[in-house]
């Protein structure tokens, strides 16, 4: 029975123990940093991916507050244009208008007697109006005559003929002739 029984050597079986403890331990501790050291390298990537991102908004914020001040001011230069546009078609409908008036003005030029003067000239879009002075009678018919003669005036009237024998005054009115 002696040799059946064996020695045992507890402090060695205790060792034994203490390092596949010492070992296991040490295999966790590794798997821990690396566990750690793996979520860190992560942690680092979507922070910088979230940084890199937020410069992205922040340069995109800057594009479309720059892209909407260009808009902006495109805007105010469509409506100049648009404001150009309108007074460029006014002042050439006034322009034309106003050819109208000056052929008119040269054809009253054009028919006048030297000797008669305008004492008030009204002119419209369709009538003139005029108060005239002359110092003889036959010069302020001689200017009616010639307005009813013209192919720009119809319709031709005037009043009374006042003043002495210096002077006469009459006021005439024609229509103007549409061509």
């Known amino acids: 029975m002696a040799k059946n029984l ?25 798997l821990l940093i690396l566990e750690i050291c793996v979520f860190a390298l992560i942690a680092s990537i979507f922070l910088t991916r979230i940084m890199a991102t937020n410069n992205d908004i922040r340069r995109l914020n800057n594009e479309i507050t720059i892209k909407q001040q260009q808009m902006d ?6 409506e100049k244009k648009t404001l150009y546009t309108q007074k460029k078609a006014l002042l050439e409908y006034i322009s034309s208008g106003h050819i109208k008036f000056l052929e008119i003005l040269d054809k009253l030029e054009s028919l006048t007697p030297s000797a008669l003067k305008f ?20 010069t302020v ?39």
Do not use: P, W
Not at 73 to 78: F, G, I, P, R
Not at 127 to 136: E, L, N, Q, W
Not at 154 to 161: G, K, P
């Open 6 to 30: 064996k020695d045992i050597n507890l402090l060695l079986a205790y060792e034994r123990g203490i390092k596949k403890k010492d070992a296991t331990l040490k295999i966790y501790f590794l």
């Open 73 to 78: 001011e495109a805007q105010k230069l469509v």
């Open 119 to 138: 004492e008030s000239l009204n002119i419209s879009t369709e009538k003139i109006t005029c108060t005239v002075r002359a110092d003889k009678l036959e």
């Open 141 to 179: 018919t001689q200017f009616v005559y010639n307005l009813q003669t013209s192919d720009y005036f119809t319709n031709v009237s005037f009043s009374s003929v006042t003043g002495d024998e210096n002077s006469k005054m009459s006021t005439i009115s024609a229509d103007i002739a549409r061509k």
